[in-house]
């Protein structure tokens, strides 16, 4: 396979439902909430495209740019946007999705660099098979 084909594979999507309880005081998402989904969907990306044990080393940049109330449908998207050595970068967008009319729109998005590492916690090289 080439390392398009591995990106393609790896990419991974998760839907969820924002309830009141993943919510801030004003009633919309909490930061905090969707850093902790973003960090899970960049771990499932890198593990699909390493097919090691991987870690977070980097949550490099995240930008919220619209609030998502909660009652809001969340779709998560994952996809290796770069591929080093031991080391990969994954890009998650999260867009929030109307329930009821469907419309989608960007969210957050944001930057994780996850690392692959042997039983020792080594980083240990990506060898895309
Ligand atoms: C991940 C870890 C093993 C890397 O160890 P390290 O000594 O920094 O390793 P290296 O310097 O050899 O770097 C390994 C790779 O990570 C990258 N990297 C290291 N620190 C980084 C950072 N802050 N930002 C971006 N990339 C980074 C390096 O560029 C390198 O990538 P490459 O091999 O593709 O070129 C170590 O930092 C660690 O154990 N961190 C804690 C991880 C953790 O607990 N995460 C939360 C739970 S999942």
Do not use: C
């Not at 771990?43 to 980097?58: C, E, G, K, N, Q």
Request: net charge neutral.
């Amino acid at each position: 396979m080439t390392v398009k084909e591995h990106i393609e594979h790896s990419r991974t999507r998760i839907t969820k439902l924002v309830f009141p309880q993943d919510t801030n005081p004003i009633g919309t998402l909490y930061g905090g909430t969707a850093m902790k989904w973003m960090d899970e969907v960049a771990f499932l990306t890198a593990t699909r495209f390493a097919r090691r044990l991987v870690v977070t080393v980097s949550m490099d940049r995240v930008d919220f740019k619209v609030p998502i109330p909660k009652g809001s449908i969340v779709e998560l998207i994952g996809e290796v946007t770069r591929a080093g050595n031991t080391s990969v970068t994954v890009t998650v967008r999260m867009l929030r999705e109307d329930p009821l009319s469907g419309d989608q729109e960007l969210a957050i998005q944001g930057e994780l660099v996850m690392v692959a590492v042997d039983d020792s916690m080594r980083p240990i090289k990506i060898v895309p098979e």
